[in-house]
């Protein structure tokens, strides 16, 4: 029980920091893979919220203490807190993942990576996800080609978060905004920009196609 009401706590106090910017470094949130499988989590936010302060050293003890209590059931080396950095009233935290899976676990959100048919067989609807091309295109997933080639990323986002997306891939289709929750935008030829806008409490995926 004490394992669930301290990720719950760490997930809340994360979620408190994500989408808030500080001078000359990323404005937002990102979340980047290499060709390896392993994930990167950078997050940025403000010490001061609106309703309590947050101490560094005490966030910083805190995730460490999680970060040990997870690897401890899941593997050493499943999750690593990198850096808890605080500057100018900002604070970063810098997360590594081994797979899409620890992410998940350790965040309690869905984080999926794998090929389309993959993702096909493990029960995600890619049918019913209206997706653009880069080129602002409307396209339906029956019609890509090479699926086998093709790989996906589905990832969760809760309602007032902002999440850079930073694939080991060229991007090639995403879902479309008008047609979900997420204001949804490509980012050079290898991110997207992800801005979650359901109403407050609601949280939605988003499906990024790239190769």
């Known amino acids: 029980m ?3 009401i301290s990720a719950l706590l760490l997930l809340t106090l994360i979620l408190g920091l ?3 910017g500080r001078e000359k470094a990323p404005e937002i949130t990102s979340l980047s893979f290499n060709k390896e499988g392993e994930i990167s989590h950078h997050i940025v936010g403000k010490t001061d919220q609106s309703y309590y302060q947050i ?9 460490a203490s999680r970060v040990e209590e997870y690897c401890a059931d899941s593997g050493e ?16 935290l810098d997360f590594g993942y081994a797979s899409a899976e620890d992410y998940s676990s350790f965040n309690h959100r869905i984080l ?33 080609e090479d699926w086998g080639k093709k790989q996906i990323v589905v990832l969760e986002t809760k309602s007032g978060e902002e999440m850079l997306v930073n694939l080991p891939g060229k991007t090639l289709y995403a879902n479309q905004s008008a047609h979900s929750g997420q204001d949804v935008s490509f980012v050079g030829k290898k991110s997207v920009k992800i801005s979650n806008q359901e109403d407050e409490g609601a949280r939605a995926l988003s499906y990024i196609i790239y190769q």
Not at 55 to 63: G, K, N, R, V
Not at 77 to 92: D, Q, R, Y
């Open 55 to 63: 101490e560094t050293a005490d966030l910083e003890s805190f995730a």
């Open 112 to 144: 999926y990576m794998g090929s389309l048919e993959e993702a096909a067989n493990n029960g995600y609807e890619l049918e019913a996800v209206p997706l653009v091309s880069v080129d602002g295109q409307a396209v339906e997933i029956g019609y890509i």
């Open 2 to 4: 004490r394992k669930v």
């Open 77 to 92: 080396g499943s999750v690593t807190l990198k850096a808890v950095e605080e500057k100018n009233g900002s604070i970063m």
């Open 18 to 20: 994500t989408g808030c």
